[in-house]
């Protein structure tokens, strides 16, 4: 059904294709399927970060800065034209950083799963700092093929505000909510996230320690670093294994060299925890693993 994405929707959505995957026809059965053109979860554009220029003082938000290696400027066009605001604003406000922000979704007879929301919208201090393009998590969805209603549980992979933007969407319905429960945890401390955002109703909050499987061929692993309560999600399907990393690296090439950067690890005493958490990950010989912040998807060599 992805390809059915026109070319023009491309500033909206990141499709990104799985070339390699072996499609296994009779992967239709209980676990996530695999589409007639190999895709077995896609990650889809949620928001453009570009970086303020001045932050500090009260303004100060914890995990809500920019790496210092932006990306690219064409992975940044793939998810989205500059907020016209951003453009108003002179280059030395606005330095020259921007950072995609990737949600996932696996499409499960279960129904859908949808791995990080994103950025939100409606936060002052968020708009002020960021000016963030954001896209809605249900029309991004429903470009991606997927019946926004269809959605059956949400995990974020952290409780980081470009990570957890649109939860609230979910919020006061039944749909579950997977998280580590030492991310629960982080998230009460001040400066950490947006609250009202990260702040998952108790009835629907799934707090999670360690690994678990969340449905057939779905599971979460642990993957400590970026933050304390980081978790990633491993997908299987017929013969294929896809990892969503999320922001267990910053890109593609920390993934590569197994490198736990200071940008993406804040605190140093999780530094060894990060690199195991690559590692783990890349033990499971996956087909492909994607990334929050990284267009580049990562293909097992051949
Ligand atoms: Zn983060």
């Known amino acids: 059904m992805l390809g059915g994405v026109e070319d023009n929707d491309r500033d909206a959505l990141a499709v990104i294709g ?43 938000l914890d995990g809500a ?10 992975a940044a066009s793939q998810v989205g034209r500059p907020n016209p605001a951003w453009e108003d604003t002179p280059a030395w406000a606005r330095g020259d950083r921007r950072a995609v922000v990737f949600g996932f979704v696996i499409d499960h007879p279960d129904g859908a799963i949808v791995v990080d929301t994103g950025v939100g919208r409606g936060n002052d201090f968020i708009d002020r700092a960021y000016l963030p393009t954001v896209w809605d998590l249900d029309e991004v969805l429903a470009k991606a093929g997927i019946d926004p209603t269809s959605v059956a549980a949400v995990v974020n992979s952290h409780l980081h505000f470009d990570h957890c933007g649109q939860n609230p969407t979910y919020y006061g319905t039944t749909v579950p909510v997977f998280v580590q429960a030492d991310e629960v945890a982080s998230a009460r401390e001040p400066y950490y996230t947006v609250t009202e955002w990260a702040e998952i109703p108790p009835a629907q909050l799934r707090a999670v320690r360690g690994d678990e499987v969340i449905a057939e061929g779905v599971r979460i692993l642990s993957t400590p670093g970026h933050t304390r309560g980081h978790q990633s999600v491993v997908v299987e399907a017929g013969d ?20 736990a950067t ?39 060599p051949i």
Do not use: C
């Not at 800065?65 to 064409?74: G, K």
């Not at 140093?268 to 912040?293: G, M, N, Q, T």
């Open 65 to 74: 800065r920019i790496h210092p290696s932006s990306l690219p400027d064409e």
């Open 240 to 259: 294929g294994i896809v990892v969503l990393a999320a922001q267990a690296v910053w890109d593609i090439a920390e993934f590569r060299r197994e490198e």
């Open 262 to 300: 200071t940008a993406n690890v804040d605190a140093e005493d999780l530094r060894d925890a990060a690199v195991a958490s690559i590692r783990r990950l890349k033990a499971l010989d996956p087909d492909l693993a994607y990334f929050s912040h990284h267009a580049e998807v990562f293909r097992r």
């Open 18 to 60: 799985s070339e390699g995957l072996e499609v296994d026809e009779s992967g239709h059965g209980a676990g996530p399927s695999l589409h007639a053109d190999g895709q077995l979860a896609v990650s889809i554009g949620l928001g453009v970060r570009p970086e303020a220029g001045t932050k500090g003082g009260d303004d100060r």
